[in-house]
């Protein structure tokens, strides 16, 4: 399999004191995030805490009501066409084959050739190939997604952006899903923002890990902490190293440790 076709020119994304109001509500205050061209920054947070908005600010899908949001040094306005984004649900087409569905990510004026030969690449590359011709409703929900990365990286992101990407599939296609992202992504070496509730899923795929929260007396959703995960990806899920900061970050959470029963 060819992957070098599918290398992207990752670029660096920063947002500097950006900020989220909505129907007089704050959502977002005084975020200052960098995130480097080929890294991979994972955004965690409770429900609510803001972390779709940040994502949709750099998608270009919102608006900062304060501060910057930059794409390659250049300010979003609108609709970020370097930014691709894979959201919870696949949102394929239904009438277009998967293969139609991988196609429509493609930039415009793709040459017939060349399309057909991209989608095909795309395809193998995310375990589709034999399944080019089938319609969304024939494959199962991790198909689905899997047909749903393809086509985000049919459009060569500089960024690709996932909202919970995997939320709604089962434990063992999570699992699958979150090895086939991680290797795609040190393949294509685009740059990537992770939105997830999970914490394990965190640590398996981001190089730095960004924790979303309210602060007392506040009003909105700030930064609250951040770390470097240790070591290379793709990494070990019983490395103890991750199992301290998997309790770290489920106390910054609120969840409390599990205890033994004393009786």
């Known amino acids: 399999m060819t992957i070098a076709p599918l290398a992207t020119a990752a670029v660096p ?8 109001r909505w129907a007089g509500h704050v959502v977002l205050r005084d975020i200052d995030l960098d995130l480097p061209a080929g890294r991979v920054v994972a955004i965690l947070g409770a429900s609510g805490s803001g972390k779709s908005t940040l994502l949709r600010l750099v998608a270009g899908l919102e608006h900062p009501t304060a501060g910057t949001v930059t794409v390659d040094g250049r300010p979003v306005r609108g609709i970020e066409t370097r930014c691709a984004v894979m959201f919870q649900e696949p949102r394929l087409l239904p009438w277009r084959t998967l293969a139609g569905n991988v196609a429509y990510g493609l930039p415009r004026g793709t040459p017939r050739d060349r399309a ?32 749903a990365l393809a086509r985000a990286l049919a459009r060569r992101p500089g960024v690709l952006l996932l909202d919970e990407p995997f939320a709604a599939l089962d434990a063992l296609t999570r699992l699958r899903m979150q090895d086939l992202v991680d290797g795609v992504q040190r393949r294509t070496g685009t740059t990537v923002l992770l939105v997830t509730h999970d914490v394990d899923e ?4 981001a190089d730095r890990v960004v924790l ?5 007396g506040r009003p909105g959703a700030a930064i609250v902490h951040a770390l470097d995960v240790p070591g290379d990806r793709p990494r ?8 301290a900061l998997r309790a770290d970050l489920l106390a910054r959470l609120g969840v409390p440790p599990i205890t033994e029963d004393p009786r």
């Not at 994304?13 to 989220?20: I, S, Y």
């Not at 979303?212 to 007392?216: F, K, M, N, R």
């Open 13 to 20: 994304v920063e947002l500097r004191g950006a900020a989220r």
């Open 116 to 147: 057909r030969a991209e989608v095909g690449e795309l395809l193998d590359v995310v375990g589709l190939a034999g399944f080019a011709r089938h319609r969304p409703r024939q494959v199962s929900g991790g198909m689905a997604q899997r047909t």
């Open 202 to 205: 965190a640590l398996r795929l």
């Open 236 to 243: 070990d899920r019983g490395d103890a190293a991750l199992a």
């Open 212 to 216: 979303l929260g309210a602060q007392p």
